[in-house]
């Protein structure tokens, strides 16, 4: 259910959620310009070792006072832009100023349950421009804050996101080589953020775009735009299928997390959602939403979803490259229960035999935690040059628990393609 209090300017609900300490230390604050007071805060101290908690559950508080433009959301005139495809070939896309659907001011499915996600709401503004400014307000504290990213901003290490923060792209700006990791944190919301090239770790492969860990919950990531590598290179480089690793992972124990509009391209794996049987952490919890996002050249992953319930609606899928890979959309191991809805999987490149030789669904990935995965409602899809669906079982009848309301899939491409990606005229 969504949280009844007032709407904070076109994204965020009024109220501030208690902070949650997840042992990061505090050493500097953000000025209003963006620029750090003091030395910029270090990484998570723990590691990739770090335990797994059990963080309390965000709380808004209901002061009755109402605020003013904190999501900095604006319309727009709109202009005709185009991008390239894996395959080499030019889409052209037309803001028209008007989106496919109206900017939603809260998040539909897990993140808006169990006292929602407002993010930085409640809190001040500040724009940051270098890797630095956005590192020492990402990590500084977790009081609220709302982070404006604008421009191009460089890095090689992920940058760590505390609890009560809202990052948004502003019209333009990307983050070159610079992931996000939410660890053992609450209540974030990113949005309109532009992330490529994030190298991985080589020596653990657990760099991505965007990871949460460790018990982190209440998270939306929206219209955003992620890409793994350039388009149209290889997804192999030097013979290292781990080199850019993933665009998302969600793991160890994560919760209450929404993916919405958001543009995948051009990467061996999209969205990991819980990492094997072995993290018990995640029975009962890594409960996902994900709808209205567009898949591009994704060889894996769109979602790939271990030991938890996740609902899918309203996805566009489209491979337009062969590789001599048999890849998968939505694919489930380890008793995982995935609705899928009027989803649009479009392979529009074939083999000599004229079909792709992705899965755009397959459940039979692992069975050593309770079964292959089940999977509901998988006739409501679209498939186009596909081979069929590979489905292990009777279909479940797993319902979300919340409302929802998705389009006719033939109605799905062309929403997506208006819609999903960085596109929201944010100021």
Known sequence: MRNPVLLVAAFALLGCPQPHPD???????????????????????????????????????GTGEQTTSTGGLTTGTGDDSTSTTGAGETEATTDTGDPAEPIAEEPIGYAALEGGTVGGAGGPTVVVATYDELRSAAEDSDDPLIIKVSGTI?????????????ILGLPGSKLQGVGLRLSEVH??????????????DLGSGDQDAITLKYGTHHVW??????????????FVVDGNDEYYDGLIDITRGCDFVTVSWTKFTDSWKAVLVGGGSGEVENI????????HN??????????????????????????????????????LRDNARVRVDNCYFDHTLVDEEGMSPSLPIVTGYSSSVGGPGRV????????????????????????????????????????????????????
Do not use: W
Not at 154 to 166: L, P
Not at 223 to 234: M, S, T
Not at 284 to 291: A, C, N, P, R
């Open 221 to 234: 990531i929206d219209h955003c735009d992620l890409r793994a590598q350039p388009p149209g290179e290889p």
């Open 294 to 331: 567009y898949f591009l050249d994704c060889l894996e992953r769109g979602p790939y979803v271990g030991m938890t319930e996740a609902h899918v609606f309203n996805n566009y899928t489209r491979v337009t490259r062969l590789t001599g890979h048999t890849g998968n959309g939505v694919s």
């Open 187 to 200: 209540n974030v919301i990113l949005r309109n953020l532009t992330i490529e090239e994030v190298i991985a």
């Open 23 to 61: 042992g990061l230390s505090t050493e500097t604050s953000p000025t209003a310009s963006g620029a750090s007071t003091g030395t910029t805060a270090g990484t998570d101290p723990t590691g990739p070792g770090e335990p797994t908690t059990g963080p309390g559950e965000p709380t808004t508080a």
């Open 154 to 166: 460089v890095g090689e290490e992920q940058i760590y996101v505390r609890s009560n923060k809202t």
């Open 284 to 291: 009962g919890k890594q409960h996902l939403t994900m709808h």
């Open 376 to 427: 509901t409602n998988a006739d409501s899809n679209i498939f186009v040059n596909t081979v069929e669906p590979h489905i292990d079982g009777p279909p479940d009848d797993f319902v979300p628990p919340y409302e929802y309301s998705p389009i006719p899939a033939e109605e799905v491409p062309a929403a997506v393609l208006a819609g999903a990606g960085a596109t929201l005229p944010i100021e």
